[in-house]
């Protein structure tokens, strides 16, 4: 054997980013997936008796899984593959078993890419074990890849059941529309959905890997919504991105919601007393005078798990979500006199199931819905090709002088710079401008929020015309 250190085979740009392991499939080779996953396996979780293991539907991902079969083999651990399932769903059920998993997936960055996503037995791993896997030792052998055994189908179940035991009936006489794409969870949605009454109406199936951000929506997506709408007739349209942690919604008129207006939704559906949410979510959660405490973070998955174990012990419900609709719980909450067990990573499905339980008890539709929250509203999108040190730099300028884009966008006066995150102006008359430089990507992300839809998309698309001729 030879010891080497993470540190050292971590090039060309494989690192951790908001959530988990991020790179380029050429840079992601045996030695560097073997290593994260026996760093992973012995400094954070100390060689367990199981790892359960599964992946998404990328060409490239069943390969990294063997390499990461390979790393458990040579430690000991037995692997319980679950085969392609959707990231909630191999935690949860890792959870559920008591185990530690390895998620196999580049959720919605470009196909050139992917990633993996490592969770302890009671959820996703935090900073301090990302730094934990940074620095520790690996050995090294000859043989870097191991044969995936037969899939085991229990985690799949163990996920749909989650949904089963508390929302049975939920979508009787509801038609739902699934925009299937390359989602890894096409088909266990339709399966589930039809298991709580749903009639289903199966949208764009591809085979072809499509790299749908459900924060920036792409132009031909909103246009295929609306044609789908326009040629059926269904309740709601559902969709997620690869790893289909995170959701798409769009009303019966092929309306996407945004996915931190659908947070919001579903927090209310579920009652709960906190919430969680980054920094670039919409304010609207603090405005709609909801919940009893409102806390936001840093952008990420672990920051948005850190602020809800800080709630938990004076808080009864406690949940949090991105802005890319992904909702996590850190309590049980009640259903019908049920417990939903906590699921503390984001997910997909339990918005959608809140909100069209809401839309029954109130007798009206997701836009009905949708609408009873205040006029508030963000347009996302980005810059591609903005490498970190570029985009990093824009951002401190801005901070430090962000005058020059309120007076070439007449944005008005400054009211407030927040840097919780990347740089966030508030303007007067609510109108924000969150610049940040992506976590998984190489790219400029801009947020913007007004008081209407196009007001939103506007400053959005100037702001961004700014950066570029700014970078």
Known sequence: MTQTTLQLTQSKDVKFGTSGVRGLVSDL?????????YAFLT??????????LGHDLRDSSPSIASACAKAAEDLGV???YVGALPTPAIAYYACVSGFPAIVVTGSHIPFDRNGIKFYTASGEITKADEQAINNAPVELTSSLSAALPPANAAAYETYCQRYLACYAGCLEGRTVAIYQHSSVGRD???????RLGASILALGRTDQFVPIDTEAVSREDHERAKAWASEYDFDVLFSTDGDADRPLIGDAKGQWLRGDRLGVLCAKALGADAVVTPVSSNSVVSECGAFDRVERTKIGSPYVIEGMQALTSSCQ????????????????????????APLATRDAVLPLLAVMRECREQAC???????????????????????PERGQAFIDLMAKLPFELAETLSLGELIATDLTDGCRLIFEDNVIVH?????????????????????????NAQALAFAVGQL
């Open 43 to 52: 400094a954070v979780v100390d060689k367990p008796s199981t790892v359960v």
């Open 78 to 80: 037995d692997v319980d």
């Open 365 to 387: 539709s997701v836009a009905d819905l949708d609408a009873q929250l205040p006029a508030i509203f963000t347009a996302s999108d980005r810059v591609k090709g903005v490498a």
């Open 435 to 459: 610049f940040r430089q992506s976590g998984n990507a190489p790219e400029l992300r801009c947020y913007s929020e007004a008081r209407s839809v196009e007001r939103a998309a506007e400053v």
């Open 29 to 37: 080779t045996d030695e560097v997936v073997y290593g994260f996953a």
């Open 188 to 194: 266990l949605f339709a399966d589930l959905f039809h």
């Open 317 to 340: 419900s406690v949940v949090g979500y991105e802005a890319n609709g992904g909702f996590l719980t850190a309590s049980a909450i009640k259903i019908d006199g049920k417990d939903l």
